[in-house]
């Protein structure tokens, strides 16, 4: 592609791709990505993670933070990586339209009952699930009534998800996978998690932000610029990796996962109520940011509630990916559909 559009906007060439190696007290993570290019910033602040990391460590953990800036219990990560890619449309036309982050974490979970591993993948799924519900879920913002005699102080959910969750084999690993779906934030995320230890678990985010002119909410930004070539990219990299778990880390994993249970493959996913929801809120802020032409600036520019609740139900439906799991049971969380 010599010169992108809004409908496929440009990214990075694979073909100048370079192995990303990290050592990961002797887990050995390698996978392939382009040069980052920040659309924002000269600055040389991408990459400069370590390539050896003792994740026994735990000076170089953090808290992980909550939407009121507290912090997660029992939960810290490290970076690992970190990446930005710009994808841009025809130039002086149309320029950026949005850029794709990764970031590559070593979870640390703190609080595990003495008798669980995070081996066990009911177990990771749960805790991860965990911390998509407290940083995700539990992101609300303050809605709006159309009603001016309503003085409701409404909270609406920022995002709506876990979306087509499933277990994918990649690198002789299985990763579990699910997205996000923005009703108000601009940035949208794909998650990947692998156990590497009973309690450390690494994660794989590709957050993606899409641009264009007269589309500044998250239901006109899918008309506008498609996540295709988004996707195509995460794609490349994750078909790309290769992850060799220290021996003691391996051995364990075998241990663990010839127990009875332990090797089944749960998903996650939003329980109705939350969809229900979801079409509302999107809805309600799907005129944010946009003019329709032909209308006058004070005329209400969202659209169709009909063609926003398709757009949802077209959203939540299983996509599976290659080298993905049959699906698996749901597992069943207190957030989660019976």
Request: glycine share 4%; with cysteine.
């Amino acid at each position: 592609m010599l010169i992108g559009t809004e409908k496929k906007p440009k990214g990075p060439k694979f073909s100048r791709a370079r192995p990303i190696e990290k050592n990961l007290s002797y887990t050995r993570l390698k996978f392939l990505a382009p040069p980052h290019k920040d659309p924002f910033s000269d600055l040389d602040s991408w990459e400069t993670e370590p390539k050896s990391i003792d994740i026994d460590d735990r000076s170089i953990y953090r808290s992980r933070k909550l939407p009121n800036g507290k912090d997660l219990n029992g939960f810290f990560s490290a970076r690992a990586y970190s990446s930005r890619w710009a994808f841009c449309g025809i130039p002086l036309l149309q320029g950026y339209c949005g850029h794709m982050n990764l970031l590559v974490d070593v979870n640390l979970v703190d609080n595990l009952p003495i008798n669980e591993t995070l081996f066990d993948n009911n177990v990771l799924t749960r805790e991860v699930y965990n911390e998509f519900l407290q940083t995700e879920l539990n992101d609300l913002h303050e809605g709006y009534s159309d009603d001016p005699l309503d003085v409701t102080q409404y909270r609406w959910p920022s995002y709506l998800g876990p979306i087509n969750c499933q277990w994918s084999h990649i690198g002789d690993s299985d990763w579990l996978y699910f997205e996000d779906q923005p009703l108000m934030r601009k940035n949208q995320t794909i998650f990947w998690n692998v156990a590497i230890s009973d309690k450390q678990y690494l994660s794989f985010r590709f957050v993606i932000t899409r641009s264009a002119r007269n589309a500044g909410n998250p239901y006109r930004i899918e008309q506008r610029v498609p996540r295709d070539n988004f996707l195509a990219l995460m794609h490349k990299i994750m078909d790309s990796l290769t992850l060799d778990l220290n021996p003691k880390a391996a051995a364990r994993r075998a241990q663990v996962q010839a127990q009875p249970g332990a090797s089944d493959k749960p998903i996650l996913t939003c329980t109705p109520e939350q969809v229900e929801e979801a079409k509302h809120v999107l809805y309600m802020w799907s005129g944010r940011g946009y003019e329709e032409p032909g209308k006058s600036r004070d005329d209400d520019h969202r659209a169709n509630p009909e063609d926003v609740a398709a757009f949802i139900e077209e959203r939540i439906k299983p996509r599976p990916l290659p080298n993905s799991y049959p699906p698996g049971e749901l597992l069943k969380l207190e957030q989660q559909p019976t």
